[in-house]
């Protein structure tokens, strides 16, 4: 390892690396602005220069960029001299000249990386008295807030958003020093990643709209550690409360899952708990049909009454924690108990596990999927169903450019000068889906079927790869590039709703390891816990639709509207089979409206809860405030539940922790879920971690109306965390506790570099989860049957599912601002099948009794008609299904809007 010398202390650093990235990983303060970890170094804004000496005996030296310099061996650097603290110095004086003087308003203050470093290199005083450059800001749509005149032109935001995430729609307009960074006119930003903008941006530029319109200082947001829940990858997040409210979703770095990224829905969409939808107190219905609330007592007697000496059944939740989850099927029996998935999507989701844990191939975090050199994607549109995965497939495609970076001995941290080496080219990537996909653009090839026609491809292309068949077709060309790679991935999941799918992508894998490729596969999963709930079944299981057939008198209903996983008919048949209905959830639906006793569950952000994402991968989320009024952790009420209908075998449980050790026995996953964090009894220096930072203010002032003592906090029994501001925050707590980022000098998310081990590594207390599928056994799936080639039929449309970042989610559609995005439910037509049904788009069509607007795609599978799955209008559409198309006849057109609509369009 390289020895190099900084302000005449010699340092042993790591071979490859750049000079910023070495101090930083040193510890020492460096101030930056236009590097960032993830997206390498360009030089732009000359903040982190230093002087560099050729030897001993030069006195002079010269000024260099830290972050543009690579470290050698023996190499001389001064940090701290007047010469290049001067520099620094002069560079952000010069910054200033434009900045406004508006810190005490700005929604950035106090969390601002600009703040940070006009400190960290001294200055202070401004001596510029001349009129300031000023701009017009954009409205960039519900999400995203501009405030221009803080700009500092680090180019961060138009590196992210087009350099990484593939964005278009955002751009640095205008030249020399007249630089402006928004659209080319105004509009809602279009790439799913923009809200990465709010952290990306080291100063006040882009911000989160709800929070500027809910507004609450940065410094007294109560945080603690979570997982999001609006889809199955599992992404690390810090949500910010104040007042019992969700105030923001920020990343937590994962270096395994997220790394330093969200996708707009896991950042926006949680605030769906701070809906007027919320349940505060359990209810039961009169007998007029009408719910009452209880107080805890009647509640109490209510449990007793109903319970007692009944047989019980149980409905699952792929978005309630693995716990919670787990006490159901305990207090009913496995044989009565349904994951809560539809059965359809249950039996995918057993196929996709059972392929994971037996395939010769590697199952891969989403970082090993970015070291991908070849990939093929089956049967999904991944930005709008694991859009996280997506952004990894963006960094998958560099690593052509990396190659050949690397035959140059460019190193890594080289952004600019590898982007100009590659310029197009890139690692193959295939896109096999029924329509157009947001992945298209960097794609070698996209290939439009339906589903059954996906599966005839996959299979040919393992033939051709085992060499039991030959082509000169799409499947040659694609096992082609499979085959020329080293690290070729898989990638596929239930969205297209076909299990011969599903064979077909791990039959590819296994013929790759075959040929002696590193191959990867990976399937995604539908829901924050779809993973964790295929394993919770894996050896019993009853689905949803026999229940009806079953003599329980009892239905407890976990986190679940039942009506997006069932047809209408069939809840109304297992509501007359089954006389009582228990729902537990936290926001109002049309499955509590039909139940006879509603339970108030706690929320995400109030709750401890064990996720299992698509990887197989357990992460620990903690509540990050306590639940008000009457709600409860829906696994507290399952206890409550057990003593009502009389069990014992639950009643050791009393603490969050004892569920998964007092259940665990010999199952390697309840062992998993039960070491997925700390405990509660974790202690750093004998302390708990707090969950406010030390600059949180005002505990007696903000409930002075009530009482001007201040409070008692609030005790977590359940967990390490502390609902405080008092504790041990050291950099060396466990990465699981990590509940915010902030070191002296370093008050926003930059921070970070002081809790790793290494620059853009795991943390130093680790804490990235538990992979549970390396020690699983379970048995092989059944091939399941090649479909028949897809045929056109007259009159007839075959339904192909399209899922909507934005209005496909159950909850996250309810999220402020996400609303304006979702759009209305949508069929997407062949222009040709349109003309033929006399539609235009925009105009209404009636399928099975839904009205959905028109919209016209030429990458439709004529023959075939695209729907906008998980929207309310088409709940009791099922992909593969055929169906009439008709006109309808009282359609009110939607008036054009600004932008672009993120969430049902394209």
């Avoid at 972050?67 to 050698?72: H, I, S």
């Avoid at 590039?481 to 898989?490: G, K, M, N, Y």
């Avoid at 599928?773 to 048995?779: K, P, Q, R």
């Amino acid at each position: 390892m390289p020895v190099i010398k900084v302000d005449g202390k010699d340092y042993e650093v790591a071979e490859g690396g750049n000079l910023l990235e070495s101090c930083l990983g040193l510890g020492l303060d460096l101030p930056y602005f236009c590097w960032h970890p993830a997206m390498g170094s360009i030089g732009a804004c000359r903040q982190c220069a230093v002087v560099q000496y050729q030897n001993e005996e030069d006195t002079r030296g010269r000024i260099v960029m830290a972050c543009m310099t690579p470290v050698t061996d023996g190499a001389i650097f001064d940090l701290s001299g007047e010469r290049a603290s001067g520099f620094r110095q002069t560079v952000v004086e010069s910054l200033m000249v434009d900045h406004p003087h508006d810190c005490p308003v700005c929604a950035e203050g106090g969390e601002c990386h600009l703040q940070d470093m006009t400190v960290m290199t001294g200055h202070r005083d401004r001596h510029y008295r001349g009129t300031k450059k000023t701009y017009r800001n954009q409205y960039l749509g519900p999400l995203i807030h501009h405030e221009m005149n803080r700009c500092i032109t680090c180019y961060r935001c138009t590196r992210f958003y087009r350099d990484y995430a593939g964005g278009t729609d955002l751009a640095a307009l205008a030249a020399h020093d007249h630089v402006y960074f928004g659209r080319h006119r105004e509009g809602t930003l279009e790439s799913p990643f923009a809200g990465n903008l709010v952290e990306v941006c080291p100063t006040g530029v882009f911000t989160d709209k709800s929070l500027v319109h809910d507004y609450t200082r940065k410094w007294d947001l109560q945080s603690a550690p979570s997982v999001c829940t609006s889809c199955g990858v599992g992404c690390n997040t810090l949500p910010g409360e104040r007042y019992g409210r969700l105030k923001r979703i920020h990343n937590r770095y994962n270096p395994a899952v997220n790394g330093y990224f969200l996708c707009d829905r896991g950042r926006f969409g949680g605030t769906h708990v701070n809906a007027e939808s919320r349940i505060d107190f359990p209810a039961q219905r009169d007998s007029e049909g009408r719910f009452q609330a209880l107080t805890d007592e009647a509640c109490a007697r209510a449990l007793r009454d109903r319970l007692q000496g009944k047989r019980l059944a149980g409905i699952g939740s792929p978005r309630a924690g693995a716990e919670a989850n787990l006490l159901l099927q305990r207090l009913v029996g496995a044989e009565n108990y349904a994951s809560g998935m539809a059965d359809d999507e249950h039996a995918l989701m057993q196929r996709a596990l059972a392929h994971l844990v037996n395939s010769t191939a590697h199952n891969p975090s989403l970082r090993e999927i970015e070291s991908a050199d070849a990939v093929l994607l089956l049967g999904e549109d991944l930005t709008h169903t694991a859009a996280r995965t997506a952004l990894a497939l963006r960094q998958a495609v560099r690593n052509e450019a990396h190659r050949l970076a690397e035959e140059l001995r460019l190193a890594p941290w080289q952004d600019a000068a590898i982007r100009n080496l590659a310029q197009d080219r890139r690692s193959p990537l295939h896109v096999v889906c029924a329509g157009s996909t947001d992945l298209d653009d960097i794609a070698a090839g996209h290939y439009r079927l339906v589903a059954a026609d996906q599966a005839r491809l996959a299979s040919d292309i393992a033939a051709i790869i085992r060499g039991e068949a030959r082509s000169d077709g799409a499947a040659a060309r694609i096992a082609a590039d499979l085959l020329a790679a080293e690290r070729p991935l898989v990638l596929s999941g239930p969205g297209a709703g076909s299990a011969a799918l599903l064979d077909g992508a791990a039959a590819i894998a296994e013929a790759l390891v075959a040929a002696g490729k590193a191959a990867m596969l990976s399937f995604t999963a539908a829901e924050c816990n779809s993973m964790g709930q295929a394993l919770l079944c894996r050896d019993s299981h009853i689905a949803l639709a026999a229940l009806a057939s079953t003599d329980a008198e009892v239905l407890i209903i976990l986190e679940n509207d039942l009506l997006r996983r069932l047809p209408m008919a069939s809840v109304e048949a297992l509501r007359a089979r089954i006389p009582t209905w228990i729902g537990i959830d936290c926001l109002e639906n049309d499955t509590l409206a039909r139940c006879d006793l509603v339970l108030p569950a706690a929320a995400f952000t109030e709750t401890e809860a064990t996720y299992i994402n698509q990887e197989g991968r357990a992460q620990r989320a903690f509540p990050t405030h306590p639940p008000a009024e009457a709600r409860r952790p829906a696994w507290r009420w399952l206890l409550d539940l057990a003593r009502a209908a009389g069990d014992r075998t639950l009643s050791g449980i009393g603490h969050f922790d004892d569920i998964g050790v007092t259940l665990a026995g010999e199952d390697p996953l309840l062992q998993g879920i039960a070491s997925a964090a700390p405990d509660h009894s974790f202690r750093s220096r004998g302390l708990k971690i707090p969950r406010q930072p030390h600059r949180y203010s005002g505990r007696t002032a903000m409930r002075a109306d009530v009482s001007v003592h201040e409070p008692r906090q609030t005790d977590d029994a359940d967990s390490a965390l502390a609902f405080s501001m008092e504790g041990s925050a050291t950099t060396d707590r466990p990465g699981a506790l990590l509940s915010y980022v902030w070191s002296p000098g370093w008050n926003s998310n930059q921070s970070l570099h002081k809790f790793q081990s290494e620059i853009g590594g795991a943390l130093r207390g680790e804490g990235s989860g538990l992979r549970l599928l390396d020690s699983l056994a379970v048995a092989a799936a059944t091939p399941a049957p090649l479909p028949e080639a897809f045929s056109r039929r007259e009159q007839e449309w075959l339904l192909q599912a399209r899922h909507h970042l934005f209005g496909s989610d159950e909850l996250s559609r309810l999220g402020s601002g996400i609303e304006a995005l979702t759009g209305r439910a949508a069929i997407y037509l062949h222009p040709e099948d349109a003309s033929r049904l006399g539609l235009e788009a925009g105009d209404g069509a009636v399928i099975a009794g839904a009205a959905l607007e028109v919209r016209l795609d030429p990458s439709q599978v004529p023959g075939s008609a695209g729907f906008s799955t998980g929207y309310p209008e088409t709940l009791a559409l099922r992909s593969g299904e055929w169906v009439n198309i008709d006109v309808a006849s009282d359609w009110q057109r939607q008036p054009e809007l600004i932008g672009s609509d993120r969430g049902a369009a394209s």
